[in-house]
């Protein structure tokens, strides 16, 4: 059953199944390319940080959740991308042998006023190692389908 | 002249100079790995999407403007990463072909007040592409090494 705008409620929880192993590999990898700080790509330099020993950077770890919502949550035939995001926290740092996952909760829906197939959807994801401790958590502002495109947008208005 | 949180002045604004551009290749490959979406892997998808061509994943967007940050402004001696951001906004769409810019304001700096080594930094960055329209932007909660630890901290409360 595909989950569209009018299947989602507010105060609605998702425990995502998904898990994402960190390994030290994908942590330099990704360093390399986008954020190349030495807390990031070297084992040593990262002792002597507030991180302690390597850790992911800020937008691997969004990105590894992002992966678990992609494959667990979102929908290709509902999914609109999104807005933007508020309040991203990194919460404690991620290190390389660290599993991640994710919980999801619906926050606040409400039709579109310009845009007839779609809903807006304010989600808040927080992503959690394997202590339960949350890592990271952030609200979306997510755009879903609706499945019956509404008489909400008569007035034509942005938003 | 490694610049430490004493040199950061509210109100300043770099331009960097890098610029980023962005393939095909590189927008699948992300999205392959973090935000497989049809419209961030396939062409056909992407036109049927509201992004009208294939377009990358926010957070690729985010991680691209991270390494022209990393590159150009913020410098291993004194970057002591961030607690989190505020009001990231995907503004309009990033596609292969684009070549990405970064700006960053300086809003607010004041010395934490438990740690005496780090300044917090809050700071506007904005990503443009080649027609010079902002394409993503947010506000980063950063800390800066101080020059000299603070007299400020006496007080030992967290912040």
Redesign the interface.
């Known amino acids: 059953m595909t989950r569209y705008f009018e299947d989602i409620e507010e105060g609605d929880v998702y425990e995502l199944e998904g898990r994402y192993d960190v390994t030290t590999e994908e942590v330099k990898e990704?360093a390399e390319?986008?954020?190349?700080?030495?807390?990031h790509l070297d084992e040593e330099?990262a002792e002597e940080?507030?991180?302690g020993s390597l850790a992911a950077?800020?937008?691997?770890t969004?990105?590894?959740c992002?992966?678990l919502l992609?494959d667990d949550f979102?929908e290709?035939e509902t999914?609109?991308?999104?807005?933007?995001?508020?309040?991203?926290?990194?919460i404690r740092p991620v290190h390389p042998g660290d599993t991640l996952r994710v919980e999801v909760e619906i926050l606040e829906k409400r039709p579109s006023e310009s845009r007839p197939e779609v809903g807006h959807v304010r989600t808040k994801l927080t992503g959690y190692n394997q202590h339960d401790e949350p890592v990271v958590a952030w609200t979306a502002l997510g755009?879903t389908r609706r499945r019956e495109p509404g008489v909400d947008a008569a007035d034509g208005s942005e938003d």
Do not use: C, N, T
């Open positions: 990704f390319k986008y954020d190349p700080q030495p807390f330099a940080s507030i991180f950077s800020g937008w691997h969004a990105s590894m992002m992966r992609v979102l290709p999914s609109m991308g999104a807005r933007g995001v508020e309040e991203l926290r990194w755009m």
